[in-house]
């Protein structure tokens, strides 16, 4: 199993309070119990491991600075981390940093820039739909916050080699065009929209039924403002969507039928699966194997029966998802999305009827279309 | 490019809408959009692999 992406959780901890947060809100607790951020010996651990991985599988990978809050990470860590991946990997292997955008300087900018990594900034639309949702500990919202860090990377003379996009999670009760519109006036080159995290014992927020389609509805009304923009930012779920009808690949997880490698180093060293899995319950995403970046080498974990079995777990075992004529564009969706208490991950998504309606309404536009 | 015509769309056995408000019906001549998808899938036919395209990091496959 090749690693595609190495998510890093430089921070275990948040200035923000995000309600829907994963990390904080879903029910997994290992974040009480983790160091609260990156020490510079782990970092140098990380650091040894990640040159040994690129020797080892002599392919590119993603490295992805997560948290909590990576930021809250302290500038001279941060600075190790980012100066050192600079000099231990080639310029192919990625450095980003996932953001909730409330604590972009102008030095984490220029520090950005010698060190060629990029910025994504979390955002969830204009301010009454982001404030719903994305609150500071005061109860406040952050829109104004994040948008000034998105305008502080955008006045940068180098804002292009910099700021790379946003992350936007949908509130299926808000307007799709006025969120589109949103990322278009702050001059956002990319956005990805996420369905909000949930399962069969605990839907997602703003779905009230299995059945019912409201973020599917929300999608397709995205995708309406897309096509019709004469000068339209990237859209990365609904190019995935779109790619794989038209007979392409996805590049990301959550969409196709292309199995990534995604490990997780936790801010102790311990090589963890993907996070989103804390979503479903508490220490889904724990190995039986005990596995740290001071005792294991990524590759032979990656090769191990264990992390290849976890991460099978992106291909749906339903036998519902195995007989429908969708299954190669949907992929089955994001693995928690399929959790039941009792039977697993052995179920459609709770979003099955949402990428339907999506997935036709694309289909529908590519027909008249061609 | 041809000129296309754009119907509204309902693909599925529930009419596609915005909860908020349903696009009218529009008519395009031609759409950025698609026409960047079909470009890059032309190029990932010649090439035999997916590209990470331009997309907000190479490689990064977690979609958080």
Known sequence: MRIDTVLLKVTSRCNIDCSYCYVYHQGDTSWQRMPKHMSLVTVDGVLTQLATLYEDQQHPFAVVLHGGEPLLLPRNILEALLQGLAECLPAACSRAIQTNGTLIDDDLLELCLRTNTTLSVSLDGPADVNDAFRIAFSGEGTYARAAAGIDRIRRHPQASRIFTGALCVVDPHSNARRVYGVFKSLGVPSVDFLFKDGNYAKLPPGKSAIESTEYGRWLAAAWDCYINDPDPPRIRVLDDLGRLLLGGASVKEGCGQTMYGIAVIDTDGAITKNDTLKSTYDGADRFESTWSIYTDRLSEIASSPEFVRYSELQYPTSPVCRACSLLSVCGGGMPLTRWHPETGLANPSVYCADYKLVIGHIQETLRNYR | ?64
Not at chain 2, 29 to 50: F, P, T
């Open chain 2, 1 to 64: 490019m041809e000129s296309v015509t754009f119907e509204q769309p309902t693909a599925s056995a529930e009419p596609a809408q915005s909860p908020v408000d349903t696009p009218p019906t529009t008519t395009l001549r031609d759409s950025a959009a698609l026409r960047r998808l079909m470009e890059e899938v032309r190029c990932e036919d010649m090439s035999g692999s997916s590209g990470s395209m331009a997309y907000d990091r190479a490689h990064n496959r977690h979609n958080r």
